[in-house]
């Protein structure tokens, strides 16, 4: 079956330091890719996505490109800010079964100013 | 903004005893989803439905679970008899479709069950 493997955390970064958050998956056919972000207190919201291979999703600051050759989907933002602080979900919506989504299990992001 | 609600927002009950769960998507939004997700991991698909039809439960507990989304709009999971290890938070989405540009699930608040 489909699978998503993202890094173990937490991260904790200073403010303005690079970050990556890097996301593997393992799926039949030609899934999308999303980031999403649950601040804390909050539900998840969709942060990025890409529906196929070499798209660049990018919101707020953040990128990430769906890399068919390495079955990879990386978060990164140039300079992060205290308010990045949130758990980051990578996820994948099947093409074809009826769009069945996976999550990886979630990344904690800590930024200290 | 429209938004997905749900509620209650937590749950206490003691183990064997029946809990339901409502969700009301975004108006439009033919495709909902049931989540799962335990502390420290990434929601769990426990059902998809596409308009009142169910088009995966392959994760759904179904000696003890069960969803139904009558008219296609809104929904209703149950547990009965709640166990031990149902406590978690169960987490409602919907989203336009399933492909392409229509696949952007959006999420509610989540309701927190723990069992006693």
């Known amino acids: 079956g489909n699978s998503v493997t993202q890094m173990e955390g937490p991260v904790t970064l200073s403010e303005e330091a690079f970050l990556t958050i890097n996301c593997t998956y393992t799926a039949t056919g030609y899934p999308s890719l999303f980031w999403y972000v649950q601040y804390p207190g909050e539900g998840l919201q969709l942060l990025l996505k890409a529906t196929k291979a070499d798209d660049k999703g990018s919101n707020k600051g953040f990128e990430a490109t769906y890399r068919k050759e390495t079955t990879s989907f990386h978060l990164e933002k140039g300079s992060v800010q205290v308010s990045d602080s949130a758990v980051y979900f990578c996820?994948?919506?099947?093409?074809?079964?009826?769009?069945?989504?996976?999550f990886g299990d979630g990344t904690t992001l800590t930024v200290k100013p | 903004e429209a938004e997905v609600a749900q509620s209650p927002r937590y749950k206490i009950t003691e183990k064997s005893q029946a809990v339901a769960f409502w969700c009301d998507p975004i108006s439009g939004h033919a495709t909902l989803y049931w989540y799962r997700q335990i502390l420290g991991q990434g929601p769990e698909l426990l059902v998809q439905?596409?308009?009142?039809?169910?088009?995966?439960d392959s994760q759904l507990p179904k000696d003890r679970f069960s969803a139904e989304r009558l008219k296609g709009v809104d929904s209703t999971l149950k547990i009965q008899p709640a166990e031990l290890g149902d406590s978690a938070m169960y987490l409602c989405a919907s989203s336009l479709g399933t492909s392409g540009s229509k696949n952007e699930q959006f999420f509610g608040p989540g309701t927190r069950l723990t069992v006693l």
């Open positions: 439905f596409q308009d009142e039809s169910v088009v995966d």
């Open positions: 996820a994948l919506s099947s093409n074809t079964n009826a769009g069945k989504s996976t």
